[in-house]
């Protein structure tokens, strides 16, 4: 097995699903849509391997492209999540209240 050529378990379009499945379970524990942007990216390239043609050929061909491609789009996936549900601008977190007040 060779990380470099692509051959290997990175090049098994089923791994990239479980990674993304893995991935949007522990977003739960860390809020924030780090790990949610990771799973968008590693769905993409489960699912151009999964449906093959040029494009996934030439995706499991190399581990590097593979690698760029999950990259551009978790990052494309958490721009995207932060815009629709992050926080609004202006929006600012007001304390009526301290926790050591009676």
């Not at 060779?2 to 090049?11: M, P």
């Not at 990259?71 to 958490?78: D, E, N």
């Amino acid at each position: 097995m060779d990380l470099v050529t692509g051959d290997g378990i990175w090049s098994l379009w089923w791994v990239w699903l479980a990674a993304a499945v893995g991935l949007g379970i522990l977003e739960i524990l860390a809020p924030g849509f780090i790990l949610l942007g990771f799973a968008i990216g590693a769905a993409v390239v489960g699912v151009l391997l999964a449906v093959g043609g040029p494009l996934g050929a030439m995706l499991g061909g190399s581990f590097a492209l593979m690698l760029a491609v999950f990259a551009v789009f978790s990052l494309i996936g958490w721009i995207g999540l932060r815009r629709t549900m992050g926080v609004r601008k202006g929006q600012v977190k007001t304390w009526d209240t301290d926790i050591n007040e009676d």
